[in-house]
């Protein structure tokens, strides 16, 4: 088997595309990775199903089975459903400089800008509204979804995709304090983003200050992500949506950060870290491990009860 | 009286405009919905006043008496303030697929991508710099705002509005473990929206990863929000700025839900369920209500005496 | 000296550009102001360090001392690393309605589009892609990076900065409830945003309901920020990233705002008010100082047995 899977069924059964076990139609692949779910599986009607060891007993149709079917089902759909491939090309409505360098593979979708002195790749797709400033470059295979916007020479790697609305490389948040009132200080480092690198709509990365805020190989970003000047994100950190990351604070490799997590700055977190979402990590974290400290909603009547507890704690001279 | 009120005061009397109690000039119309304001009622110097029943005696103006004068209020500024017509038809610097369905009433602004099988409603007015990806769907009377993305296969009702930012249909984030790093999981399904349904600036709205991520009528959505992917929010639900929704999470109908709650993923809310701000739901709600925990601000010094306090119970073995 | 600093080494000294402490090399201008990264200074290669003037006696280079080094810093950084200047004039492929007031002295970017009545002033820089629509005013020398979006009326003053993905006028979230459903309040209001202030990537500051929403002079706003209706922001107040502020809520000046902040709505903070990162503001604040609800991180097990203790307190009776 392709996906070094063990199959019990018709081997000449074919898919045309995946659904969920509830939902599924004859021709769907379905998959069952979650146990939330393990109770629809006796009544799909999915042409087949990929589970895991333990699953296969129970499953009522033609069985793929492979220890990490959350994977194969991946890996299966990608070929059900590849991405539209777009024609190379500069549509004509884009403003490009002329100095820009687009490989003749690419594409720049419509109404475009691309500044002086950008570096395009192999094969990269840009959709429709992106704005490359002055300087940026992009690595071959890398998809920009429309109305990305990079700012001056900011690097991205290779096989990249960044969805709308993400901005790379704004100024990172500098003043210094003046007798009342605030003085910029200037962000003259840029952004760099490896290779295979994921981001989501509407998530912000700021240019270092001096040196480069840099985005590792392999993170996947959410959507609304903000990430400060400086900040560095280890390769294949997963971090989801809503997340915050305050200047100069590093993250290790392979963190999986829940959402709306806060990140104060200058801190550094370990390797293999995880923290749970809605929480505030104001110190940096030694060890790998699991980390939280979002408190869960209960009845507003309680809750008040609860504030009221911790509150005596915070007077003085107990 | 067309709006149901009682009124006391001249019939004759005209407004032209709607202002604040205590801004008001001579002929503008105000409101008191807001027990917090009743104390600006003596001294307007509006025209005219609408006010509950209790009110109507302190009201030194033209008195316009219903039983929620906020609706009321919401009601005749529309009169007053109508939206500003466009007139239809595609600006020339649009860039439209030749086959993408636009009705002949509709209007398309400057500088906007329609791809191809897009379908656009009567009536509909499509802000300058907006792109509408291939195959998707706006129903009759929808505004969108400069610059919205809609990305392919989204479908949008009737009588919407869109603000700019606004990303429907980016993909979920969904990604695959393989040994360290990340393989992606296709995100097939789509978005669907529907009717009367307002989405704020800079939302966004993630594509389901097999089945749809959908937003039934009515649901009101501020600024910033982050919907994931397969969510459903339940028909009149409103939520305020900055919460995140994970991916798979229902939300029942006529929900209120503050701004800055976090859901997390797969979990069920009920309908007629309230949270206030800065909320962490981390488990199904199954019963109407409110529920809180948010914790609100006190002095730093004793913030950290409470924490110290805390996290004497965090401790092994007591 | 132009700083008003005292010089120890070589008058002659040429640097050309900044540098941190341990990335310098020679030719290059560093700094230090964070006690963090003092055990940097003995071994910089930097040609000349702005230095505290306890530090003096530590740096090996040429030595800047002044009270303040970061402000110097910044003053020098910009020196260094001018703003790249734009061209006056209107790209050919910009919208521009015939009535709009365009400074000779202003530049509009590629692919922008400016509105019937809009006033832009002597030396503004319109980034490329920016949407500025019917009456909107834009004072002088300030600029607009890429993908700008200001609404109808909005109006902003000189020697502002705001970056990309910013929607400043956008419908402040005001609804009536009318049997189940929502009727929406026309948000006839505007915003007035002062001189000399920052917005960063992606922040959103909604148009006034009636009144207009305020944003003082010498403000500084991070990315992510959400600014409700009728919000008041005072004078030289720094907000950071994914902060929100509720309607109506009004904020002194001089304050310093953490990120990832919750404020309710209809409060009032005083001046010189500190709030950390993370915190739920839900009352007003009448006295300067700082302030604080944000729960920092400990190992997971370790905060399941800090919430279940808390819980206890929340049932009835107790």
């Known amino acids: ?11 000449a059964l074919r898919v ?11 021709g769907s692949l379905s998959f069952l990775a979650n146990s939330r779910y393990r109770k629809q599986l006796p009544t799909t ?22 220890a990490n079917p959350y994977l194969v089902y991946a890996r299966i759909a990608a070929l059900l459903h590849p991405t539209a491939q777009v024609a190379p090309g500069i549509h004509p409505t884009a403003v490009v400089a002329p100095d820009a360098r687009i490989a003749a593979s690419a594409s720049v979708g419509p109404l475009c800008v691309i500044e002086a002195g950008a570096e395009i790749g192999e094969r990269v797709q840009i959709g429709a509204g992106c704005t490359v400033l002055a300087g940026a470059r992009i690595g071959a295979d890398t998809r920009l979804m429309p109305r990305v916007t990079l700012y001056a020479r900011v690097r991205i790697g290779e096989r990249c995709l960044l969805h709308t609305g993400a901005v790379v490389g704004a100024d990172g948040f500098g003043f ?39 985005i590792e190989n392999g993170v996947k970003l ?26 100069s ?6 963190c999986m950060i829940g ?7 200058h801190l550094t977190i370990a390797d293999d870290v995880s923290i749970t979402g809605c929480s505030l990590v104001s110190a940096s974290i030694r060890q790998a491990g699991s980390y939280s400290s979002g408190m869960p909603t209960v009845e507003t009547r309680a809750w008040r009860r609860m504030v009221a507890h911790l509150r005596r704690f915070g007077e003085k001279e107990r």
Chains 1, 2, 3 share one sequence.
């Open 259 to 265: 959402g709306m997590v806060g990140f104060a700055g």
């Open 45 to 66: 009607r999915a042409s087949a199903v990929v589970v895991g060891p333990g699953d296969a007993e129970a499953c009522p149709v033609a069985t793929l089975i492979g």
């Open 176 to 214: 210094a304090p003046d007798g009342g009132a605030w003085v910029k200080v200037p962000q003259v480092g840029s952004v760099r983003i490896g290779d295979d690198v994921e981001i989501g709509a509407n998530t912000t990365i700021d240019r270092g200050a001096i040196e480069d805020t840099i």
């Open 222 to 247: 959410d959507n609304q992500i903000q990430v400060g000047h400086n900040v560095v994100i280890g390769a294949h950190t997963a971090i989801a949506a809503c997340t915050g990351i305050s200047g």
């Open 16 to 26: 045309s595309r995946v659904a969920t076990l509830s939902q599924a139609a004859p």
């Open 249 to 254: 604070t590093s993250i290790g490799q392979r």
């Open 1 to 11: 088997m392709r996906f070094g899977l063990e199959l019990r069924g018709d081997p």
